[in-house]
Structures are given as structure tokens and as C-alpha cells.
């Protein structure tokens, strides 16, 4: 009987951004130029390879942090995140054109760095035009026969826990060396809701002004998981709505009714997609860089000193 291969997922911007704000600017390559993100990623994907030996490691991309098709739905979805600067182009400063979204100027410049790194060491990396590297992560839970860590600071993950499948979320408190392991009695002990699905019903009710979400005003996390645990499912209170012997507040009824165009399209943007139409790659976590004399030219360029060497020989086993 084969064993079922174990998937590391990594949510690979909330992880740069965290490496980014966590290492300090000075340290740079050669040329001065700042690669704290790229040192602090690398690092990362050591710990996390040392820790929990995956059979299987994919780094998850954005292609579109902000996909149309989402913003249809909900016109305010990340759009306080959208650069407030003249479309056509950046601006003498730097900034990113209209319709991007605000990156700090010294982390934008490391971004290509670390893409060309990690296909260099033979990590995968996948992204789909149209959707998120959340979307890719969802997607390739689902595709998944044995159980999968997705790696992440974003709270909107936690929809994918499943202990029947052995879906965990690794959420990093500092650094990479102890991560809080979300699971479902993490979810009932922390949110009150049963698990992954009742997260995303919990979150769409709630909002997020994190994602321009607004939720259902007057319905904070306690409500909307109280509202859950009478009702079921965001199904079931928008049954309750209409029975008037469902025990619903008269405010709660009017609130809800009052929500009922964005309850019919949020949970599209809330949840992550599973049928993301991905490339073909090879997700087998490597042993040796697959670039190496590529690898070598960037470890020189860009100074990658021991962060490379720790994430080498962790792969190396």
C-alpha cells in the first residue's frame, strides 16, 4: 500500500511581506541593495523543511491580486490597496500605476529575485492568470490525496481545515519556529464555528475591512458564529430570515434582510476557488538545486550567503 505523499503549500506573498517586515533592511547584497525579503523567504522554506520533512512542496503565486471577477461581486474587494498614482505608468518616485496594488518600494524590486531563486533551487512555483495564490492553494487541496500544511498569515485560509482530510493551516507568530497548527478544535475553541466552512461562512458575515469585505453591519465575530451554531450554514440564516419562529432579534432579521444583495454574491469572493485551471509541474520537494550553476551566479549577485546555504542543506536532508 502506497503511503500518501505529504504537501507543504505556501501562501508565498503573505510569506515574503512577513520576511520582508520581519528582516531588517540592512541586510543587502553586494551592490547595496536591500534582499532582507529574499534572505527571510529562504529562511522560511528551511525551518519549514527541517520541521515537517513534505514529500511535496509548491510555491503559490498571485497572478491577479485582485481578480475582475471578484471585484464585479463586490466593487470594494482590496480596493484601498489599489495605488492612488496616474495610470500609465509609475511615478517618479516609483510608485505603482493605477490599479496596482501598493508594494513598499525596496520589497518590489526583490519579488523577481525570489522568483528566479526558487525555480533555480527547483521549488515549484504556480500561479494562474485570474486568481490568487489563494485560489491555487484551494485548488490543490482539493486535488490532494494525503495531507496538506498551507502555510500562511492570512486568516482567509483557515476555510480549507479539515481534520477528515488532514487539511492544517501553519499560521507563523514569529518567524517560521513556531507556528500556531489551526485545526478544527482551534477553529471551535477560537471562532466557535465546527470548521473550514463554517470559517468562510463566519468570515463573510463578519467582513473584513482588510479586503474591503463590509460583512453585515451590526454582525461582529460573536453573532455571526452564534448565528451559525443555530442555523447551520449561511443557508440556514437566510432561511431563519423568512421564518418568523426561527428565534432571530428583530434586529438580527432586519439586518440580515437588509444584507441580502451582498450575502447572494459574497460568498463567490469569500470562498477560495477549487477548479483553478493550473499548469503541469512537478511539485516533488528537491534534493539538489535544479539550476546550480544559475543558483551559484545569483547567490553572488544578490549575497544570498548562508540563508541559501541553511535552505540547501535542508533539503539535502
Same mark, same amino acid.
Request: net charge negative.
Given at each position: 500500500?502506497?503511503?500518501?505523499?505529504?504537501?507543504?503549500?505556501?501562501?508565498?506573498?503573505?510569506?515574503?511581506?512577513?520576511?520582508?517586515?520581519?528582516?531588517?533592511?540592512?541586510?543587502?547584497?553586494?551592490?547595496?541593495?536591500?534582499?532582507?525579503?529574499?534572505?527571510?523567504?529562504? /529562511?522560511? @522554506?528551511?525551518? *519549514? &523543511? #527541517?520541521?515537517?520533512?513534505?514529500?511535496?512542496? $509548491?510555491?503559490?503565486? !498571485?497572478? +491577479?491580486?485582485?481578480?475582475?471577477?471578484?471585484?464585479?461581486?463586490?466593487?470594494?474587494?482590496?480596493?484601498?490597496?489599489?495605488?492612488?498614482?496616474?495610470?500609465?505608468?509609475?511615478?517618479?518616485?516609483?510608485?505603482?500605476?493605477?490599479?496596482?496594488?501598493?508594494?513598499?518600494?525596496?520589497?518590489?524590486?526583490?519579488?523577481?529575485?525570489?522568483?528566479?531563486?526558487?525555480?533555480?533551487?527547483?521549488?515549484?512555483?504556480?500561479?494562474?492568470?485570474?486568481?490568487?495564490?489563494? /485560489?491555487? @492553494?484551494?485548488? *490543490? &487541496? #482539493?486535488?490532494?490525496?494525503?495531507?496538506?500544511? $498551507?502555510?500562511?498569515? !492570512?486568516? +482567509?485560509?483557515?476555510?480549507?481545515?479539515?481534520?477528515?482530510?488532514?487539511?492544517?493551516?501553519?499560521?507563523?507568530?514569529?518567524?517560521?519556529?513556531?507556528?500556531?497548527?489551526?485545526?478544527?478544535?482551534?477553529?471551535?475553541?477560537?471562532?466557535?464555528?465546527?470548521?473550514?466552512?463554517?470559517?468562510?461562512?463566519?468570515?463573510?458575515?463578519?467582513?473584513?475591512?482588510?479586503?474591503?469585505?463590509?460583512?453585515?453591519?451590526?454582525?461582529?465575530?460573536?453573532?455571526?458564529?452564534?448565528?451559525?451554531?443555530?442555523?447551520?450554514?449561511?443557508?440556514?440564516?437566510?432561511?431563519?430570515?423568512?421564518?418568523?419562529?426561527?428565534?432571530?432579534?428583530?434586529?438580527?432579521?432586519?439586518?440580515?434582510?437588509?444584507?441580502?444583495?451582498?450575502?447572494?454574491?459574497?460568498?463567490?469572493?469569500?470562498?477560495?476557488?477549487?477548479?483553478?485551471?493550473?499548469?503541469?509541474?512537478?511539485?516533488?520537494?528537491?534534493?539538489?538545486?535544479?539550476?546550480?550553476?544559475?543558483?551559484?551566479?545569483?547567490?553572488?549577485?544578490?549575497?544570498?550567503?548562508?540563508?541559501?546555504?541553511?535552505?540547501?542543506?535542508?533539503?539535502?536532508?
Amino acid at each position: 500500500m502506497t503511503t500518501p505523499r505529504k504537501c507543504l503549500l505556501l501562501d508565498t506573498a503573505s510569506l515574503y511581506y512577513r520576511a520582508y517586515f520581519g528582516v531588517p533592511e540592512s541586510v543587502k547584497a553586494p551592490d547595496g541593495t536591500p534582499v532582507n525579503a529574499v534572505r527571510g523567504l529562504l /529562511d522560511f @522554506i528551511a525551518r *519549514l &523543511v #527541517r520541521d515537517h520533512r513534505p514529500d511535496d512542496l $509548491v510555491a503559490c503565486m !498571485d497572478n +491577479d491580486w485582485r481578480p475582475a471577477w471578484r471585484v464585479e461581486l463586490v466593487p470594494s474587494y482590496k480596493a484601498h490597496r489599489v495605488a492612488e498614482t496616474v495610470a500609465g505608468g509609475p511615478d517618479a518616485a516609483g510608485a505603482p500605476a493605477a490599479g496596482q496594488e501598493e508594494t513598499p518600494g525596496t520589497l518590489a524590486p526583490q519579488i523577481p529575485v525570489i522568483e528566479r531563486v526558487l525555480d533555480a533551487v527547483g521549488i515549484a512555483r504556480v500561479g494562474a492568470d485570474g486568481y490568487e495564490a489563494d /485560489d491555487v @492553494i484551494g485548488t *490543490l &487541496v #482539493r486535488r490532494a490525496s494525503g495531507p496538506v500544511d $498551507v502555510v500562511t498569515g !492570512d486568516r +482567509d485560509l483557515f476555510q480549507l481545515v479539515d481534520d477528515a482530510r488532514g487539511v492544517r493551516v501553519l499560521y507563523p507568530v514569529k518567524g517560521m519556529g513556531d507556528p500556531t497548527v489551526v485545526d478544527e478544535a482551534v477553529l471551535r475553541e477560537k471562532y466557535g464555528v465546527a470548521g473550514g466552512a463554517a470559517y468562510a461562512d463566519l468570515a463573510l458575515l463578519r467582513g473584513d475591512p482588510s479586503d474591503g469585505l463590509p460583512g453585515v453591519p451590526g454582525v461582529g465575530e460573536k453573532t455571526a458564529a452564534r448565528l451559525l451554531e443555530a442555523h447551520g450554514d449561511l443557508d440556514g440564516i437566510l432561511a431563519a430570515v423568512d421564518d418568523p419562529s426561527s428565534g432571530l432579534t428583530p434586529a438580527q432579521r432586519r439586518r440580515l434582510d437588509a444584507a441580502r444583495e451582498y450575502l447572494a454574491v459574497a460568498p463567490k469572493v469569500v470562498r477560495v476557488a477549487g477548479d483553478v485551471p493550473l499548469p503541469d509541474f512537478d511539485a516533488a520537494l528537491p534534493a539538489e538545486p535544479l539550476h546550480p550553476r544559475e543558483l551559484e551566479e545569483l547567490s553572488q549577485t544578490w549575497g544570498l550567503g548562508g540563508s541559501l546555504r541553511r535552505l540547501l542543506d535542508a533539503l539535502a536532508g
